[in-house]
């Protein structure tokens, strides 16, 4: 029979485990470790970036971090425009595809044309698609297939990793 100190030891151990994935979260996949590596339109060194980037834009955007949710304004944004890379200015989604998902990040049921790309993330014990810009390689989000109609997919972006660019404006 297990008693409570042995539950406690096991959530305790369960507790060190999880702290040691979400530290390797800060870890960059090999296939992501350098975007100078890969053919982007829009490639910088990571010194450039930084220059560029606040600390938490180059930590999620570069680093594939993610921010916390409830953090970003652009959740509750309702205004008209499109929403752009932070990093390269490339317009990737519509205020018009933009919906209330209750997630804590602003989400939206599909891109612009040819904004974005995806790959497969391994990362926290799952398999996820994440989202990323495809003219810098800059790490959005991830796209889950719990959105509404007409597309039925959920683009859960990093408000911190977007821009907004209201209708009309330059």
Known sequence: MYSRRDFSKLGLTLA???AGFKAA????????????SKTF?????EEEWKKILTPEQFRVLRKEGTERPGSSPLDANEAAGTYVCAGCALALYSSETKFHS???WPSFWQP???AVATSEDSSYLMTRT???CRRCGGHLGHVFEDGPKPTGLR?????????FV?????
Request: hydrophobic share 30%; proline share 5%; charged share 20%.
């Open 166 to 170: 209201p209708k009309g404006a330059a």
């Open 41 to 45: 339109e829009v490639t910088k060194t």
């Open 112 to 114: 612009l044309e040819n």
């Open 155 to 163: 683009y859960c972006m990093n408000g911190v990793a977007l821009k």
């Open 16 to 18: 060190g485990a999880f």
């Open 130 to 132: 994440e989202v990323h």
């Open 25 to 36: 979260s800060s870890y960059v996949r090999p296939s992501q470790a350098d975007s100078t």
């Open 102 to 104: 209750g997630t804590g």
